[in-house]
Every structure is written in structure tokens, then in C-alpha cells.
């Protein structure tokens, strides 16, 4: 791969930047602490890295042979994110019921309708594919390398989250940060839907 640095520049970017994934980790490392996120953590990073094998793979031609494909997925994946902020606010501020977190399984599955996991996938497909390597080969490498370097930067954001936390146990200051993360989470799902 000649352009291993840009590429792990990108993945990094991708991965540490604001988005849906993002937001929800702050929210769930306040709410719960980092070892209680790490499932989401990790099932958020087996899930980019699947899109983005699938991805590159050849799943991208659908989306050109049918540009409707792609429309559909982005606006379901924005009316969850939607979904996620309602349920965000509407959460409980007790500290003895704080809100449910995001299960492995779930996290990962929340990659097929995340708008920012399938641009970073699409990109890599058609920009980053090493040559020289079959394509499985350079599939597998490239999904492999984006989660290597994913994992450390989405961590990140559920320690931020954690260290956030101390500062809620004030059921109104719980409230208050409830209704920022999901009113940014709105915000974003907004944003991608353009």
C-alpha cells in the first residue's frame, strides 16, 4: 500500500471526529463508565470493519447501479439516529436507573444504518484498496488496519465520557447533558441526511 499514511491519517480522522458513534460513547461512558462501554466499543469497531470488507468487496456497485439503494439506507439511518436522541432525552436521570447502554451486538449492527461508517467504508473501498494483493487480501487488510487504528480513537470518547460522569450526579445536570448529547446526535443525523 503506498498511501499508508494517508490511509491511517483518514481512518483516524473518520474514527475520532464527531459522529453518531461518537455521541453515543460520551453518553454511554458518562452514564456507565468505560468498562461497561467496552462491548459497544468493540462491537462498533467488528461492525466498520465488516462494512468496510463488504464494502470492498463490491457491495459499492449497488449503490451505483441503483443510487435509490443508497437514499434509502441514509434516510433510515437518520430517522434511528433520530429515534436514539428521542430515547437519549427520555431517559431516566436517577443514578439508580441510569439509561441502557449499547450491547455488542447492537452497536455493531447500528453500522449498516450509521451514515459516517458507510462514507468512511465507500472511501476506503474506492480510494485506499492497496494493489498488488488479491482482493480479499486487500479487503481484509485494509478493514483490518482501519480497526487497529479505530479502536484506540472511538476509546477516547467513551474516557471522555467516563471522566464527564463525576460531574453528573445531579439529577438536573444529568438531565442537561441528556438533552445535549441527543440534541447533537439529532444535529448529526440531520447533517448526514444532506
Known amino acids: 500500500m503506498n498511501e499508508l499514511l494517508p490511509f491511517l491519517t483518514y481512518c483516524a480522522l473518520m ?14 461512558g458518562a452514564h456507565h463508565g468505560y468498562r461497561r462501554t467496552l462491548p459497544a466499543i ?4 467488528c461492525g466498520v470493519a465488516t462494512l468496510t470488507f463488504v464494502m470492498c468487496m463490491g457491495l459499492g456497485a449497488l449503490f451505483i447501479a ?14 434511528y439516529m433520530l429515534v436514539l436522541a428521542w430515547r437519549l432525552v427520555g431517559q431516566p436521570v436517577a443514578m439508580d436507573r441510569p439509561p441502557q447502554t449499547l450491547g455488542f451486538v ?8 450509521n ?27 485494509v478493514s483490518l488496519a ?5 479502536f484506540p480513537c472511538i ?12 460531574l453528573l450526579s445531579n439529577p438536573g445536570r444529568r438531565r442537561a447533558f441528556n438533552a445535549i448529547m441527543a440534541a447533537s446526535l439529532a444535529l448529526l443525523a440531520v447533517m448526514l441526511m444532506r
Do not use: E, Y
Not at 42 to 45: P, S
Not at 66 to 79: D, E, F, Q, R, V
Not at 106 to 113: D, E, R, S, T
Not at 115 to 135: E, Y
Open 66 to 79: 441503483w443510487p435509490a439503494l443508497h437514499a434509502a439506507l441514509k434516510l433510515a439511518g437518520t430517522l
Open 146 to 150: 482501519g480497526a487497529l487504528v479505530g
Open 106 to 113: 447492537q452497536a455493531a449492527l447500528f453500522q449498516a444504518v
Open 155 to 166: 476509546s477516547g470518547w467513551a474516557l471522555f465520557g467516563s471522566w464527564i460522569g463525576r
Open 115 to 141: 451514515p459516517k461508517s458507510w462514507l468512511r467504508a465507500v472511501t476506503v473501498a474506492s480510494v485506499f484498496m492497496p494493489a498488488g494483493l488479491s482482493l480479499p487480501a486487500a479487503a481484509l487488510l
Open 15 to 28: 474514527s475520532g471526529t464527531p459522529g453518531p458513534n461518537n455521541m453515543m460513547l460520551v453518553a454511554s
Open 42 to 45: 468493540l462491537g462498533m469497531v
